[in-house]
Nanobody
Framework: VQLQAFGGGLVQAGGSLRLSCVAS????????MGWFRQAPGKGREFVAF????????YYADSVKGRFTISRDNAKNTVYLRMDSLKPEDTAVYYC????????????????WGQGTLVTVSS
């Protein structure tokens, strides 16, 4: 399984970005996906989860109402739309997926992408 995340960059506080993560190496539509982030000097934290069917989503409290996770199974891609960005959202963002299909674990993932840096200036 390979995960390629992109779309990060520098944005002012209050702005928006959309991250994308393209998966390859196995059928995409059977696997749930997640986004995590790691800020400088901090541990990696959960951001958002989308179930394999795209119907169920779940968010960390810190991003709820500002971020939206979605997926396009025809394009093997999961997205993270980030609105009303804050300086504390600055981090490297990673996409992740499970080893097994039809997973429902929000926090434990097996495969990780390389990360894309998001910097929010005040």
């Amino acid at each position: 399984v390979q995960l390629q995340a992109f779309g990060g960059g520098l944005v002012q506080a209050g702005g928006s970005l959309r991250l994308s993560c393209v998966a390859s190496g196995r059928p995409f539509s059977s696997y749930s996906m997640g986004w995590f982030r790691q800020a400088p000097g901090k541990g990696r934290e959960f951001v958002a989860f989308v179930r394999w069917d795209g119907i169920f989503t779940y968010y960390a409290d810190s991003v709820k109402g500002r971020f939206t996770i979605s997926r396009d199974n025809a394009k093997n891609t999961v997205y993270l739309r980030m609105d009303s960005l804050k300086p504390e959202d600055t981090a490297v963002y990673y996409c992740a997926t499970h080893r097994n299909p039809y997973g429902n674990n929000f926090y434990k993932f097996d495969y990780w992408g390389q990360g894309t840096l998001v910097t929010v200036s005040s």
